[in-house]
């Protein structure tokens, strides 16, 4: 955790209820941090159904490997957190440290090693002393609440410079669900391999299969859009749990994720996890400024993105966003070393609602001072019109400034 | 130009002889410099051939674009470079001022436009006033010299801090031949697109196709295996100038590249091309150390190179050698991330000649004060072995630091 909080931290924070068939407790298990919390566990109801996606990185952390190898293979009866080991690149020792917490927690949750869940975020390459868990976590079971969701989301922060959730409330049918979720994440990696880990409980009662496309679609529209520096982590992970405790006040069963009934439910967990993943980038490392980049007129969905994301990592745009300069070069720079179809004298660019090059030119009726004053705001929109077809892409961004750099180039303690 | 020369700079610089068919002078045009020259000149002699690589930019400057169609269509008569404006993104505007440009040069060297090449180097978007080279061109051709080395490599500077050239003698058969160069760049945009420009120019006779292999071969061992920040100019340009006058001395005609009485020429063009190329990463803005990149072991060369590179651009990767931190869980994030197959219990990471990692965990012999006095050296080497296969590459960049903000989040002027 940092001592000074990203200026794009939020003014307030939402008021988290419940979600049915979720306790929540946190513990000082002193993985690597003196006096702070360093561990969550999540207690899940008998039935819960989880779905994730995890990092690409072919060198995945131990965690991740086993979190994929047992979705869909029974429920989920607990998640287990902890913050300040990553437990990556420890080799056999880490599978093992993983097999061992997940030991742990079944005997904590009465459950079986298979239906625990497992992240780790913080430094990589220790060897994670599992034991610590001994005795906590069976700790953690007995105490846990179902209100415990600020603390759940302080006691995962590694760099963070706030605690990030979200909540909302929508109608399946006649019965109304919760979807409670808790995000951590400053820079894709940060000092120490920092990670972003968010997980999303509901008590819709919805079947694995469709859980799991639900996540995989929401995932694509929030976390995949957002992009801090362009670094991947090798524990990146999103979950989704659900209780199914709904349906005891009557919601129906769904085990399609296309099911019409799902229509609010899909538009609500799009939402929650866009504001997790817009807060990540609120408190990207050394962030002054939130930027949203919409490219369109590409030739398709996929290639907008792509464009869209090589303007958003590149560092030369970042700066200048830093520096408050309206350099559209460098935007036409980006979208050149994107490799997508463009036509340089089709694109247009606007800086909020200026638009400042047009038909391949320096737009002539841009006022510079007006420019500037969109510059200076904290929220930035950049729009780029590629001219070309109907694709369209949203993403996220953050500056890049000299904040960044000391963060990151601060010796590992 | 920066007042503050790199702290990467060459602590000398080499004798420039002249290479026979090359004159070259300078002049200040006011393209949009005061008191310093901005515009070259290269004059060549008949028969001179032309072989060059450009830019991949889907978005490329007016320069590129008449480069591409002219190169093989006949000779090249001149070279035309002028800094302070880079033609990019100028519309119709820019490609009527490229061949107003060729037409002033192609008067005043007594040739076709099409057999005059043209390069800019600068900011983008602003129409080029071409006519500032009426007259100044004409006086150019007449007051051309062949030892104007040093003064060409200043008059194409940018953001450089310092002017970067390099030579070599070789022998083709029984004749001696010489190999110039000269290169700008520094970062791979800078403020106001600064790109990579880079000239070589022999004596040598080599047909045009056989040209092209040579400087596609050689860029791909050189400017294509470094990076300062992982951006593409809308300009970069290499091209290979080949003026034929050895043959008068005896040299051998050659027609093609792989000709074995070329094996000394293809070496010392890729080691000159190499040491212009690190110049340019020693030039880095805001670098402070120079960084070469070993990867081996990977499924394939061209694997390793996209290992490599995912190293040598990511900026977790970078501030931590800013910073002197030997953080090889960031190397290891990075090889993740570069989704080339990599097995992380295979995994082995060098700093320097210490290893710090070895089949995917740290390396418990390792010494973290021998690693540390690595980290504080200028030149640093990172060497990866991926444990997988025959696939090597190298590739060189340089640190990011807050220097490296500070210029390019500063307001355009």
């Given at each position: 955790m940092s001592d000074k909080v990203s200026?794009?931290?939020?003014?307030s924070y939402p008021l988290m209820e419940s979600v049915p068939g979720v306790v929540l407790a946190t513990a000082?298990?002193?993985?690597?941090?003196?006096?702070?919390t360093d561990v969550l566990f999540v207690g899940l109801c008998e039935g819960t159904q989880a779905a994730g996606v995890f990092t690409?990185?072919?060198?995945?952390?131990a965690p991740v490997e086993w979190c994929r190898a047992n979705l869909g293979r029974g429920g989920a009866r607990a998640l287990v957190v902890n913050s300040?080991?990553?437990?990556?690149?420890?080799?056999?020792k880490g599978a093992a440290a993983v097999a061992q917490t997940a030991d742990i927690a079944a005997r904590a949750a009465g459950c079986?090693?298979?239906d625990v869940f497992i992240a780790s975020t913080g430094v990589i390459g220790e060897p994670l002393?599992?034991?610590?868990?001994e005795g906590v976590l069976q700790d953690c079971a007995a105490r846990a609440?179902?209100?415990a969701w600020d603390a759940a989301a302080r006691a995962i922060?590694?760099?963070?410079?706030f605690p990030k959730y979200a909540t909302r409330k929508v109608m399946i049918g006649d019965c109304e669900v919760a979807l409670n979720g808790i995000a951590k994440g400053s820079?894709?990696?940060?000092?120490d391999m920092a990670t972003m880990l968010a997980f999303v409980f509901t008590d819709a009662p919805i079947a694995q299969e469709a859980l799991q496309a639900l996540i995989a679609n929401g995932a694509d529209r929030s976390f995949n859009c957002?992009?801090?520096?362009g670094d991947t982590s090798t524990s990146d992970t999103l979950m989704l749990f659900a209780t199914g405790e709904a349906a005891k006040r009557g919601a129906p069963m769904i085990?399609?994720?296309?099911?019409?009934?799902l229509a609010a439910f899909r538009q609500a967990l799009e939402d929650l996890l866009v504001e997790l993943a817009q807060w990540v980038v609120r408190d990207g490392?050394?962030?002054?400024k939130f930027v949203t980049i919409d490219v369109a007129g590409a030739i398709s969905d996929d290639s907008a993105r792509r464009i869209a994301m090589a303007i958003a990592n590149s560092p030369l745009v970042k700066t200048a966003i830093a520096g408050e300069d309206a350099n559209w070069g460098r935007i036409v720079m980006a979208v050149g070393k994107a490799?997508?179809?463009?036509d340089r004298d089709r694109l247009a660019i606007h800086f909020g609602d200026i638009r400042v090059a047009t038909d391949g030119e320096r737009?002539?009726?841009?006022?510079e001072e007006k420019v500037a004053a969109v510059m200076r705001e904290q929220d930035i929109g950049i729009r780029v019109d590629i001219?070309?077809?109907?694709g369209r892409a949203r993403v996220w961004t953050c500056d890049l400034t000299k904040e960044y750099i000391a963060i990151n180039a601060d010796y590992r303690s």
């Amino acid at each position: 955790m940092s001592d000074k909080v990203s200026p794009l931290a939020p003014q307030s924070y939402p008021l988290m209820e419940s979600v049915p068939g979720v306790v929540l407790a946190t513990a000082e298990a002193g993985i690597k941090y003196r006096g702070r919390t360093d561990v969550l566990f999540v207690g899940l109801c008998e039935g819960t159904q989880a779905a994730g996606v995890f990092t690409r990185s072919k060198c995945p952390s131990a965690p991740v490997e086993w979190c994929r190898a047992n979705l869909g293979r029974g429920g989920a009866r607990a998640l287990v957190v902890n913050s300040g080991n990553a437990n990556a690149f420890t080799g056999v020792k880490g599978a093992a440290a993983v097999a061992q917490t997940a030991d742990i927690a079944a005997r904590a949750a009465g459950c079986e090693p298979h239906d625990v869940f497992i992240a780790s975020t913080g430094v990589i390459g220790e060897p994670l002393a599992a034991d610590k868990f001994e005795g906590v976590l069976q700790d953690c079971a007995a105490r846990a609440v179902p209100d415990a969701w600020d603390a759940a989301a302080r006691a995962i922060m590694t760099t963070d410079t706030f605690p990030k959730y979200a909540t909302r409330k929508v109608m399946i049918g006649d019965c109304e669900v919760a979807l409670n979720g808790i995000a951590k994440g400053s820079g894709m990696i940060a000092p120490d391999m920092a990670t972003m880990l968010a997980f999303v409980f509901t008590d819709a009662p919805i079947a694995q299969e469709a859980l799991q496309a639900l996540i995989a679609n929401g995932a694509d529209r929030s976390f995949n859009c957002v992009t801090v520096d362009g670094d991947t982590s090798t524990s990146d992970t999103l979950m989704l749990f659900a209780t199914g405790e709904a349906a005891k006040r009557g919601a129906p069963m769904i085990s399609d994720a296309a099911d019409p009934q799902l229509a609010a439910f899909r538009q609500a967990l799009e939402d929650l996890l866009v504001e997790l993943a817009q807060w990540v980038v609120r408190d990207g490392e050394g962030a002054s400024k939130f930027v949203t980049i919409d490219v369109a007129g590409a030739i398709s969905d996929d290639s907008a993105r792509r464009i869209a994301m090589a303007i958003a990592n590149s560092p030369l745009v970042k700066t200048a966003i830093a520096g408050e300069d309206a350099n559209w070069g460098r935007i036409v720079m980006a979208v050149g070393k994107a490799g997508e179809p463009a036509d340089r004298d089709r694109l247009a660019i606007h800086f909020g609602d200026i638009r400042v090059a047009t038909d391949g030119e320096r737009d002539p009726a841009y006022i510079e001072e007006k420019v500037a004053a969109v510059m200076r705001e904290q929220d930035i929109g950049i729009r780029v019109d590629i001219g070309l077809g109907e694709g369209r892409a949203r993403v996220w961004t953050c500056d890049l400034t000299k904040e960044y750099i000391a963060i990151n180039a601060d010796y590992r303690s």
